[in-house]
């Protein structure tokens, strides 16, 4: 019975794939750490009034925030686009788990 010999392609691959789930496990902690929600401008009666909504338990609520400044508004805008940047991000990286995911179970395929 002959030994089988290391292959390198495989190491590379799994090395990657810890990687992959290291990021994801970061980008998933930025996404938490963001404010969670949308702001949402009412106007009542010609001023503006800010809600920040967010999916708590499978429904919509509302939560009043007032009149915000340039610079609260700014931060939650911030959020939203980082927000927006993470998913995307996290969707690539969960792409190319499933990838090397399968790259590395591809002997066992073979055989079977």
Do not use: T, W
């Not at 999916?55 to 609260?72: A, H, T």
């Amino acid at each position: 019975m002959a030994k089988e010999r290391p292959n390198p392609v495989r190491g590379v691959l799994s090395e990657e794939a810890v990687v992959v789930r290291r990021k994801i496990a970061a980008y998933k902690e930025a996404l938490r750490s963001l404010s969670q929600g949308s702001l949402v401008e009412k106007k009542i009666n010609g001023r503006s009034y800010f809600y920040l909504a967010r999916r708590i338990k499978g429904r919509v609520r509302f939560e009043y925030k007032g009149k915000l400044g340039p610079g609260e508004l700014s931060r939650y805008e911030e959020a939203k686009k980082k927000r927006a940047m993470y998913r995307r991000l996290l969707a690539d990286l969960n792409a190319q788990a499933v990838y090397l995911k399968r790259a590395l179970h591809e002997r066992k395929r073979r055989a079977a």
